[in-house]
């Protein structure tokens, strides 16, 4: 396994480990909990810091132990790949967002009982966790 292959595996459980905990604690919150902007600000918060100190710190860890390979640049197969796994990203992530439009607008019969706002962010963290097991997988497949 090549070091862009463990680098991408790494941060795909990383947003893993922040969707879960994400969801966890939304879940758990009562609708009118999850509309008031204190508590979302505050779990947004929290989901930074964490990706942002789980990144570096095994980001670190993993830069140690290939030390050979950890500067080196992506050549240009490795670029493409990336390139076709952030367009299926973007696509889920435009899903989410429409997704997220129609909560807003028919909110009262909407069958998701979650705050449009939370929506968006798992959104986002679950594009990147599929658009990271795309560039894994295409990083495996050659």
């Known amino acids: 396994m090549s070091y862009t292959q463990k680098s991408r595996l790494l941060e795909v459980v990383i ?8 969801l966890q604690a939304v879940l758990s919150m009562t609708p009118e909990a999850q509309m008031d902007p204190t508590l979302a600000s505050g779990l947004l918060i929290k989901l930074v810091i964490q990706t942002v100190v789980m990144v ?5 860890i993993l830069a140690a132990f290939n030390s050979k390979y950890a500067n080196q640049p992506k050549d240009e197969r490795e670029q ?10 973007l696509f889920i992530l435009q899903l989410g967002v429409v ?6 607008l028919i909110n009262t019969v909407y069958p998701i009982p979650m705050s449009p706002v939370h929506q968006l962010v ?3 963290l679950l594009s990147e966790v599929i658009g990271g097991v795309v560039e894994i997988w295409l990083l495996q497949r050659g």
């Open 99 to 104: 997704n997220a439009v129609f909560a807003l």
């Open 15 to 22: 947003t893993l480990v922040v969707l879960f905990n994400y």
């Open 56 to 60: 570096v710190v095994l980001h670190s």
């Open 122 to 124: 798992i959104a986002a």
């Open 80 to 89: 493409a790949i990336a390139l076709k796994a952030k367009s299926v990203s």
